[in-house]
Antibody, heavy 117, light 110 residues
Framework: QVQLVQSGAEVKKPGASVKLSCKASGYTFIKFYMHWVRQAPGRGLEWMGIINPDGGSTTYTQTLEGRITMTTDTSTNTLYMELSGLDSKDTAVYYC??????????WGQGTLVSVSS | QSALTQPASVSGSPGQSITISCTGTSSDIGIYFLVSWYQQHPGEAPKLLIHEVSKRPSGVSTRFSGSKSGNTASLTISGLQAEDEANYYCCSFAGSNTWMFGGGTKVTVL
């Protein structure tokens, strides 16, 4: 079955960077766009960006432009998201999500990133 | 890019119907049919409920239905059940390969 398994929780200091991974299985990785979505504690969902695994083209939300980098490794069917210049406002659960023709149909289990001095 | 506007909370008694609105603009909901809805229980990842305004994935109860009029999309839950108590989020394509979510609506079953 389609599955997205994300890396474990991270604790970072302000100003640091974090790189999360998301390993896909159960489908042909390069045929589906992928998103990252985050959710701060007690808050709503925030769309972060999208990547086409077949070629690596990306689009990011304007609010994170310059700090976010999404990449893929098609040899291991793994999606990555690196966020730099971390601030306490970046404390959130980060989800990778598969996109099927504009539908966020499969979500990873989420990775908690905590930013604290 | 501002979030789509949803009511913070909606409540209803078991068996009743409730409707959650999601208001966008003529640059997102108003011109695209890529509107979807997600249900999220505490501590869990969101789950797809409705896609392309009104389509239900296999396995989702027929009690959930979606619609759109102008710049506003709506999710209706009929025959409200205790298990429907959760947070609900709308999402819309916003052009230029970007997406946006609503702020979320907490549904309480009285």
């Amino acid at each position: 079955q389609v599955q997205l398994v994300q890396s474990g929780a991270e604790v970072k200091k302000p100003g640091a960077s974090v790189k999360l991974s998301c390993k896909a299985s159960g489908y042909t990785f390069i045929k589906f766009y992928m998103h990252w979505v985050r959710q701060a504690p007690g808050r709503g969902l925030e769309w972060m960006g999208i990547i086409n695994p077949d070629g690596g083209s990306t689009t990011y939300t304007q609010t994170l432009e310059g700090r976010i980098t999404m990449t893929t490794d098609t040899s291991t069917n793994t999606l990555y998201m690196e966020l730099s210049g971390l601030d306490s406002k970046d404390t959130a659960v980060y989800y990778c999500v598969r996109d099927t023709l504009g539908v966020f149909d499969t979500w990873g289990q989420g990775t908690l990133v905590s930013v604290s001095s | 890019q501002s979030a789509l506007t949803q009511p913070a909370s909606v409540s209803g008694s078991p068996g009743q119907s409730i409707t959650i609105s999601c208001t966008g603009t003529s640059s997102d909901i108003g011109i695209y049919f890529l509107v979807s809805w997600y249900q999220q229980h505490p501590g869990e990842a969101p789950k797809l409920l409705i896609h392309e305004v009104s389509k239900r994935p296999s396995g989702v109860s027929t009690r959930f239905s979606g619609s759109k009029s102008g710049n506003t999309a709506s999710l209706t839950i009929s025959g409200l059940q205790a298990e429907d108590e959760a947070n609900y989020y709308c999402c819309s394509f916003a052009g230029s390969n970007t997406w946006m979510f609503g702020g979320g609506t907490k549904v309480t079953v009285l």
